[in-house]
């Protein structure tokens, strides 16, 4: 998983996070003059803001915290597995070089060192499968935590403002918004002001 897939997962992870509604009292909706339009009487009385999901995701210091964490964990298994492949490569360029300059004492000798080769083959294959699986599982750990830290802080956070939806842009998911709605600012110091580092996976 590449830099570019990692922050697209974490960021389609926090699509979903920043919705939430403190609805209003519904009568309050019931006792809207009876010359609003459907439309119009839908909207009345809310109170919307929106948050940039790129700027949370670049600016709130656990996200830049734990991406290093999940570099570094993949830069890892990049080096890991490129070493294996390096001495499987060699492996079977000694093989080759054996069997054609006759350097095997027996048929028996030349099929056990290729059977060798092979077993090693398959020990990368699997390795890299393990590696990729725990960097998932670990990636997933980090979107959960990071879901529940916004959900969490929100829900704090909603208590004074009382906005009724809190919308969550990114790129062009909203084809255009007022700029006076947007709180990401506010959000992503409060997230950060918040914040209390852990000991993470390393």
Same mark, same amino acid.
């Given at each position: ?57 670049? *600016?709130?210091?656990?996200? /830049?915290? +734990? %991406?290093? &964490? @999940?570099? =570094?964990?993949?830069? $890892? #298994? ?77 829900? *704090?956070?909603?208590?004074? /403002?009382? +906005? %009724?939806? &809190? @919308?969550? =842009?990114?790129?062009? $998911? #909203? ?28």
């Amino acid at each position: 998983m590449n830099k570019k897939n990692f922050f697209r997962t974490v960021a389609v992870a926090a699509l979903a996070l920043f919705t939430m509604s403190a609805c209003q009292d519904s009568t309050k909706m019931d006792e809207k003059p009876a010359a609003s339009t459907p439309a119009k009487a839908a909207v009345d009385g809310l109170k919307i803001a929106y948050v940039e999901v790129d700027t949370v995701m670049s *600016q709130y210091t656990f996200c /830049k915290e +734990y %991406s290093k &964490i @999940l570099e =570094k964990r993949q830069q $890892n #298994i990049q080096n890991t597995l490129a070493s294996q492949q390096r001495n499987l490569e060699a492996a079977a360029q000694n093989f080759q070089n054996k069997l054609q300059n006759n350097g095997f004492s027996s048929r028996a000798e030349a099929e056990n060192q290729q059977a060798a080769i092979q077993r090693q083959d398959q020990q990368l294959q699997a390795t890299a499968q393990r590696l990729q699986s725990e960097l998932v599982n670990q990636t997933d750990k980090f979107n959960t935590a990071l879901r529940d830290s916004i959900q969490h802080f929100l829900a *704090q956070f909603n208590k004074d /403002k009382k +906005y %009724s939806l &809190i @919308l969550t =842009k990114q790129g062009d $998911n #909203i084809l255009y918004a007022d700029k006076s709605y947007d709180i990401t600012a506010e959000v992503v110091a409060g997230l950060n002001k918040a914040y209390k580092p852990k000991p993470l996976d390393k």
